[in-house]
């Protein structure tokens, strides 16, 4: 089992960066592959960014591909997502997610992955 707990979430101006962090529990955090989704309002929760275990393999969502980075410090159980030049329909909630395989995680939709309990992301226009 792991648990995670993200944080970095706010309000920006559009053309502006934040970095999301999201803290893991457990001692297996370096066997996950680790993913962020987000969800608007209205909207179905979909893909952002996925890494492998390792950090070697990363996969975005086109929306966001040159924009957001996703990266991961297994000593620290950590995973980000700096996003850069955000834009006001880059606004959700968004989610970490935890699963051993990262191709569920970036073509599967996660079914059954660990998720933590959500940051908020506002970009005004």
């Known amino acids: 089992q792991v648990q995670l707990a993200e944080s970095g979430g706010g309000l920006v101006q559009a053309g502006g960066s934040l970095r999301l962090s999201c803290a893991a529990s457990g001692r297996t955090f370096s066997s996950y592959a680790m993913g962020w989704f987000r969800q608007a309002p209205g909207k179905e929760r979909e893909f952002v960014a996925a890494i492998n275990w390792s950090g070697r393999n990363t996969y975005y969502d086109d929306s966001v591909k040159g924009r957001f980075t996703i990266s991961r410090d297994n000593a620290k159980n950590t995973v980000y997502l700096q996003m850069n030049s955000l834009k006001p329909e880059d606004t959700a909630v968004y989610y970490c997610?935890?699963?051993?395989?990262?191709?569920?995680?970036?073509?599967?939709?996660?079914?059954?992955?660990?998720w933590g309990q959500g940051t908020q992301v506002t970009v005004s226009s």
């Open positions: 997610a935890a699963e051993m395989s990262v191709s569920q995680i970036y073509d599967l939709g996660c079914p059954r992955c660990h």
